[in-house]
T-cell receptor
Framework: DQQVKQNSPSLSVQEGRISILNCDYTNSMFDYFLWYKKYPAEGPTFLIS?????DKNEDGRFTVFLNKSAKHLSLHIVPSQPGDSAVYFC????????????FGKGTRLSVIA | DSGVTQTPKHLITATGQRVTLRCSPR?????VYWYQQSLDQGLQFLIHYYNGEERAKGNILERFSAQQFPDLHSELNLSSLELGDSALYFC?????????????FGQGTRLTVV
């Protein structure tokens, strides 16, 4: 039973355009959501997060949107750059304290120059 | 550099053998998490330790065990290895706080069972 789903295994976008990565979750207890980026042969690195009390969080070129009623979040990258090419993982946690993150299977983003 | 150190980076071993993966968390972090990433799979949570005590267990096989030592480093022991155990094993650490915080990942150990 996958609690966090990334239904698009891959996405190709032209340099300079917007990349939109989507994530759906099923567990209503999740209240903190994160995006991680992973390059080959490296560990995942934290990108941006959002708490369930917000519906948007922005950090430079990266914006995460949360729609709690739809149990859906998305990551927008504008403008996309070739260096953004990586696998992006959506993650969620819920409950008190440091509960373990539940990850989706990832979306491979390719930004074409 | 996340500050989380995992050794070894690569490990090749035969079926039936036992291996130990090591993780040193970021300075000051009390929580250590272990994740497994198999081919085409997301990161599967295995186990969580906080300040030496087991906090949560995920999809960890009985052949696998872990511990966190007084100096906060952690080891993941995998025994009676099978071909299907071949995967990337990641360790992550985070600071314990009342607020939500991200976990920082090491570079992983790639285990190949032949």
């Amino acid at each position: 039973d996958q609690q966090v789903k990334q239904n698009s295994p891959s996405l190709s976008v032209q340099e300079g355009r917007i990349s939109i990565l989507n994530c759906d979750y099923t567990n209503s207890m999740f209240d903190y959501f994160l995006w991680y980026k992973k390059y080959p042969a490296e560990g995942p690195t934290f990108l941006i997060s959002i708490s369930s009390i917000k519906d948007k969080n922005e950090d430079g070129r990266f914006t995460v949107f949360l729609n709690k009623s739809a149990k859906h979040l998305s990551l927008h990258i504008v403008p996309s750059q070739p260096g953004d090419s990586a696998v992006y993982f959506c993650a969620a946690s819920g409950g008190a304290g440091n509960t373990p993150l539940v990850f989706g299977k990832g979306t491979r983003l390719s930004v074409i120059a | 550099d996340s500050g989380v150190t995992q050794t070894p980076k690569h490990l090749i071993t035969a079926t039936g053998q036992r291996v130990t993966l090591r993780c040193s968390p970021r300075s000051g972090d009390l929580s250590v998490y272990w994740y497994q990433q198999s081919l085409d799979q997301g990161l599967q949570f295995l186990i969580h330790y906080y300040n030496g005590e087991e906090r949560a267990k995920g999809n960890i096989l009985e052949r696998f065990s872990a511990q966190q030592f007084p100096d906060l480093h952690s080891e993941l022991n995998l025994s009676s290895l099978e071909l299907g155990d071949s995967a990337l094993y990641f360790c992550a650490s985070s600071v314990e706080s009342g607020e939500r915080t991200e976990a920082f990942f090491g570079q992983g150990t790639r285990l190949t069972v032949v």
